[in-house]
């Protein structure tokens, strides 16, 4: 899957239990992660404390 950062400010992709983290992603950068299992995953982001997503 592949997160792209279409905002003006800085975001990451964080997966909460530790699986995987982007670096810090200015506007248009992406981050790129290949998932082995189909599970529940919770999504945040550092710089917007109450966003989160679930993904299967």
Do not use: A, Y
């Not at 950068?29 to 999504?43: A, C, R, S, V, Y």
């Amino acid at each position: 899957m592949t997160w792209t950062n279409k905002d003006f400010g800085i975001h990451t992709v964080t997966e909460n239990q530790g699986l995987f983290g982007s670096k810090e992603l200015r506007p248009d950068q992406t981050f790129g992660f290949t998932f082995e299992d189909t599970e529940l995953m919770d999504i945040t982001t550092n710089f917007i404390p109450k966003w989160s997503e679930k993904l299967l």
